[in-house]
């Protein structure tokens, strides 16, 4: 929607913590975006004051909150990322890891699951990952609770947000359809159009834990899924996947 998304998650004091234990670096994340225009106004005050209003995801600040939420996902302690795929060896070797350059360590994956940033209940935790694990992006075909890339970072930190604040199974699920979609347009805009076409459902009445699953939000489930049904039928050129620069 041009006028955003309304979410019911806020980010409270997760990013002063973040900033804090220097995980974010404030000087770094101002200085991207000093070459881009500076940060939207609403955002202004987000290294250094808590903030207690529900985010409105927008078309112009969805990218500075994957830089937001991408060190939250990362660094944010849960006694189920023992089983990450990051928790090994290669920890330092993903794009969601060797990307993060914006904190004081040269290497993100010196902040994987080390603060309690967001603390969680056993019951949230499991949420988290229940979801994590049914959750796909279309720049990969991993799930988000193997956050190899920035998105899946960002994504993982949302949930753990949103589950500590309260949110159910359901509205977790339209939380991460609607960032994905803010952070992804063109691939939700063509699933839409899949579901309106194919399938005669409005992306209102979508079952957003239906198409944050494989078949239709990891690369390879919407590559064959959306574009290529929609390819078939003559309603999409044939075009590249999508990528994680934000």
């Known amino acids: 929607p041009a006028g955003g998304y309304q979410s019911r998650v806020v980010l409270g004091d997760s990013i002063i913590k973040l900033v804090r234990e220097g995980v974010i670096e404030p000087g770094k994340l101002e200085a991207i975006y000093a070459r881009r225009g500076g940060i939207p106004e609403e955002l202004k005050d987000v290294l250094s004051k808590p903030s207690y209003r529900p985010i409105l995801l927008t078309r112009k600040n969805a990218g500075v909150y994957v830089n937001l939420l991408w060190p939250l996902g990362l660094a944010n302690r849960m006694a189920a990322n023992k089983d990450s795929p990051l928790n090994g060896p290669s920890r330092q070797n993903y794009a969601s890891t060797s990307g993060w350059n914006l904190g004081r360590e040269a290497n993100g994956g010196a902040y994987f699951n080390r603060f309690s940033i967001v603390p969680l209940t056993a019951h949230q935790e499991a949420l988290v990952v229940k979801v994590a694990r049914h959750s796909f992006r279309p720049c990969c075909d991993n799930s988000t609770f193997f956050q190899d890339c920035n998105h899946g970072s960002a994504l993982l930190g949302l949930l753990a947000l949103g589950a500590a604040q309260g949110l159910s ?69 044939a075009q590249g996947g999508a990528d994680c620069d934000v």
């Open 169 to 237: 199974e359901t509205e977790l699920y339209r939380e991460a359809l609607a960032f994905n979609a803010f952070w992804f347009p063109n691939n939700y805009v063509h699933t839409a159009l899949y579901f309106k076409a194919v399938r005669k459902i409005q992306w209102h009445d979508v079952d957003a834990r239906t198409v944050m699953g494989a078949d239709f939000s990891s690369a390879s489930g919407w590559k064959k899924n959306v574009a290529g049904e929609l390819v078939r039928l003559g309603l999409l050129p």
